[in-house]
C-alpha cells in the first residue's frame, strides 16, 4: 500500500513539473535623463545640480513619474536607458522596491549609462567595449538571469544618437555580434533597449546622405542580421537562415502601430527588442507569439502626442511630463509549445502582400489591373482584391491593361506598402470600365488602412494650405511639386487620386493638374 501511494505522488510531481510553467514579461524604457543631484563634471547643462533648477524637489517628481510608468508597466525584467549612475539608479529603485536585482554600466566619460533591473537574480554582469572613434560611446550591458532555473542571457543597448550618421553606430551592431558569435547557437537571448535604428532602418536612411555614410550598411539590419539582402527574417524563412540570424519584434505588429517615439512629426521605432532564433525553437524558453506590444496608457501618450519631460527654451525644467520615448514589452514563457501556423495566404492576390514583410522567393500575382500611371510608377488592382502602388518599376505597364507579373520585392516606405521590383511581365487583356475599381465619394473613410494604395474619384472639397476640407473631414494634398497643387482657397473637385500613407497618416495624392478640376475661388 505504502508502495503504491509513493508510485501515486511521484507520478504527480513528475505531471505537475512538467505542466507548471512560468511567464514572464521582458520590456526597455529610455527614461531620457535620469540624473542624480551630484556634480560630476559629465552632466548636461540642464542637469548640473542647482545651475537651473534641477534639484531635491525637482527630482522628486522626476522620480515619482518614471515609478509611475515602471509599477503600471508592471514587468519581470526592465532595461533602462539614461540613467547617469548608480546612484540615481538606487533612489529609482527605492520606489520600486519589487525589483530586487540590478546592474548597470556606464562610461566614464559618458553623461549616461544604462541599467537592468529584475525580479529574477541577475549574474555574470558583463560590460561589452564598443571600439568606436567617440570617447564617450557607451557600453553594452549583457546579464545572466534565470527563471524557473532556465537561463534567458540580456543584452542591453544605447547606440549613439542620430546626431551621428550610421558609421557611429556600426560598431555597436560589431561588437554586439562578435560578443554573440561566441554563444553556443541554442543560447536564449534578448538584444533590446534604444538603438537608435529604426526596425527597416536599412530602408529610411537609404536616401539621407547624411546618415548613410556606410553604402548602405545599417548595423541594426545588416550587422545584427535582422536581414538578409534587404529582406526580413521572419517566423517563416528565419530556419532557412544560419544561426545567428535575428528576428524584431516590431514585425508582430501592425505597420500603423509601430512607433515609440516621434521626431518632428514622424513616428519611428528606435526602441527595438530582438530575439534570438532559439526563443522560437519550442525548447526551454520561447517567446510568447503575438505579445509584443507598445505601452501606451493616456498620461503618456495623448492627442498623438508622447508626453516627454518638459524643459522651457531656458534650461528649466517644468516638473512635469515622462519621457520622450515610450516602453516596449513582450512576454516570454519556460513552457513552450510549437505553435502551428494555420492561416494560409493566398499568394496570387495583392491583398497578401499587405500581411507579408519581405519575399524571400518571387510571387505572381494574377490578373492585375493597372488603375493608374505617372512616369515610371503605377496603382494596381485585382477586381475584388486590394490595390496597391508599384514605385518607380512601372516602365512597360499601361492604363486599363491587365497583366500576371512577377513580384519580385516589396518594401514599406514611411507606412506605405509599395512593391519596388517586378518581372516576368504577361499581358491579359483591357479593363474596358476602370471607374468601377475606384473609391468614389465624400463619404470614403480616408483612415481605413484597408483602402491603402486606392484610386479615389469624385471627391469635392475646400483646398488651404496644403489641406482638403471634406466636410468635416480634412487630409493632406500632396504633389511632390508645388505647382501642380490647386489655388489656393478654391473649391475642387478630385478626378483621380493616390489615396497613400506617410508616417501612418493618410494623404491625397496628385500627380497632375488633370487630377483634379477648380470649381471656384474664393476672392
Sequence with gaps: MKNFIFKVLLSFVFVFSNTYAIEFKVATYNVEN????????????????????????????????????????????????????????????????????????????????????????????????????????????????????????????????????????????????????????????????????????????????ILNDTNGIAGINDILKTTINSTFITKDNLYECDDYVHYNLWLETPSYKRFSYRFRGSYETPDSIIISTSLLDGDKIDYVDSSFGVFMPYYLYKKEFIQRWKIDKKGFHKREGYSDHLPIYATFTTNPKKVENTKKLDLSKISSLYEIESILTPLTIKDAIVLYKTANSAIIKQANDRAIFIYNVAKELEVGKIYDLTVNKISLFYGQKQITQISNITPKGTEADLQKHFKKGNDIEFSNFQIQNEVVTDITGYFVKKELRIGNTTIRLYAKSNTILPPQKSNIRIKSAHLSMYNNTPQLVIYSKDDYEVLSIDK
Design 34 to 209: 535620469l540624473f542624480d543631484l551630484n556634480n560630476d563634471g559629465t552632466e548636461y547643462a540642464e542637469y548640473v545640480p542647482d545651475n537651473t533648477n534641477w534639484n531635491t524637489e525637482t527630482l522628486d517628481v522626476k522620480l515619482t513619474n518614471i515609478s509611475q510608468v515602471i509599477n503600471d508597466l508592471n514587468v519581470d525584467i526592465l532595461a533602462l536607458e539614461e540613467i547617469e549612475s548608480q546612484a540615481a539608479l538606487d533612489l529609482l529603485l527605492a520606489r520600486i522596491p519589487q525589483y530586487k536585482y540590478n546592474a548597470f554600466v556606464k562610461n566614464p566619460k559618458s553623461a549616461i549609462g544604462i541599467a537592468v533591473i529584475s525580479k529574477y537574480e541577475i549574474s555574470n554582469i558583463n560590460a561589452i567595449e564598443v571600439e568606436a572613434k567617440n570617447p564617450h560611446s557607451r557600453p553594452i550591458l549583457e546579464v545572466d538571469i534565470r527563471v524557473e532555473d532556465k537561463l534567458i542571457k540580456v543584452f542591453a543597448n544605447h547606440w549613439r544618437s542620430k546626431n551621428a550618421s550610421e558609421s557611429a553606430r556600426i560598431p555597436y551592431a560589431k561588437a554586439l555580434y562578435s560578443r554573440i558569435k561566441q554563444l553556443p547557437c541554442e543560447t536564449d537571448y534578448i538584444i533590446l533597449g534604444d538603438f537608435n535604428s529604426n526596425y527597416n532602418e536599412y530602408d529610411t536612411f537609404k536616401y539621407n546622405r
